[in-house]
């Protein structure tokens, strides 16, 4: 038989969910409506303990993604904590959510104490991450910019400065 045990604790703005057992077709109602529950009640600021999760499905990622989503969307913020074992290895949750590619969408950490601290040190890896990302983007349009016109495709300001052969300038103002 499938069994799940859900513990709530609050932490100033963190409200702790502590998962245990298996998280399946079965028992994944039940963290949804726990993870419902506290948005409800005004607590938008979730942990997700899954360190005593021993076996989740794909009912079960399906739960942590739609969390994610409902806290994204009214404001909230979504941590969970997956621990590696005494030899290293990622925990069973954590080895489904990377097999199915999903594990970069959350903020994981390895215990409870450092996912409510956590804020700093997340903030600052999604604003490296960012500046990154516009750093490349500039790269690529200087780069696009630097290339003769024959080699890359005509903007939009100079396909409308381009007359037409036997276009009179005149002809493209219109009236």
Known sequence: MTTIEVDENEYGCWTVLRVRGEMDLVTSPRIRRRVHDAVAGGRHDL????????FCDSSGVGVLIASRRLLRSCGGRLRLILPEDRDGHVGHVGRVLAALGVRRLFEVYDDVPGALTGAAEWAEAEERAEAE??????RAEQAAAERPATERPATAAELADAALPGQRVSDRIAP
């Open 133 to 138: 990302a516009t750093a490349e983007a500039e």
């Open 47 to 54: 942990v997700v303990d899954l360190s005593a999760v021993r």
